[in-house]
T-cell receptor, first 114, second 113 residues
Framework: AQSVTQLGSHVSVSEGALVLLRCNYS??????LFWYVQYPNQGLQLLLK??????LVKGINGFEAEFKKSETSFHLTKPSAHMSDAAEYFC????????????FGTGTRLKVLA | NAGVTQTPKFRVLKTGQSMTLLCAQD?????MYWYRQDPGMGLRLIHY???????AKGEVPDGYNVSRLKKQNFLLGLESAAPSQTSVYFC????????????FGSGTRLTVV
């Protein structure tokens, strides 16, 4: 069965520092992978997705993620954190093109320190 | 550009009361979903629908029922609310399988006392 693990439920970075949020997945078939962001009291918004084209995926707000099959990872990065990046981030996986249900990780809350 | 609209946004219920949460989407999406979000547990799928008139159970369906009489609407019902159903409920929709991703509503915060 597919699963998603997000390492670190809380991550703190200084403004201007590198953001690295970790996501590992398990899937028996090539997956589709997603990162969503949730700002306080709002729904989830799609940041970026991997759909088997380029392994380095660029998303909104300067975020990007790299699919590494050998490490079964899809970590989210941003070179320079901004105060507005403070939010909760969720990694999700869909097992191939024939499924319509995604499995979500437990989320990582990002805090940006001034 | 409404997208996915959930009503109500907040609700407090007494144990044993019933209620219906409404989800409406204006994107002509075929697939719709109900999730609950609890601290430390991420999002868990309650029920989903792959088209008008169809529904299916997700990961945590007990205590909930759903209906999709119209393509644009997906209703989540609690027949007899329990404190364990205190949660934030999200509706989502998608145009297809696999790579499409979801569009989420803004959520309903439900407290059962």
């Amino acid at each position: 069965a597919q699963s998603v693990t997000q390492l670190g439920s809380h991550v703190s970075v200084s403004e201007g520092a590198l953001v690295l949020l970790r996501c590992n997945y398990s899937s028996s078939v090539p997956p589709y992978l997603f990162w969503y962001v949730q700002y306080p009291n709002q729904g989830l918004q799609l940041l970026l997705k991997y759909t088997s084209a380029a392994t380095l995926v660029k998303g909104i707000n300067g975020f990007e993620a790299e699919f590494k099959k050998s490490e079964t990872s899809f970590h989210l990065t941003k070179p320079s954190a901004h105060m507005s990046d403070a939010a909760e981030y969720f990694c999700a996986v869909s097992e191939g093109s024939g499924t319509y249900k995604y499995i979500f990780g437990t989320g990582t809350r990002l805090k940006v320190l001034a | 550009n409404a997208g996915v609209t959930q009503t109500p946004k907040f609700r407090v219920l007494k144990t044993g009361q019933s209620m219906t949460l409404l989800c409406a989407q204006d994107m002509n999406h075929e697939y719709m979903y109900w999730y609950r979000q609890d601290p430390g547990m991420g999002l868990r799928l309650i029920h989903y629908s792959v088209g008008e008139g169809t529904t299916a159970k997700g990961e945590v369906p007990d205590g909930y029922n759903v209906s999709r009489l119209k393509k644009q609407n997906f209703l989540l019902g609690l027949e007899s609310a329990a404190p364990s159903q205190t949660s934030v409920y999200f509706c989502a929709s998608s145009s297809g399988q696999g790579a499409y991703g979801y569009t989420f509503g803004s959520g309903t915060r439900l407290t059962v006392v």
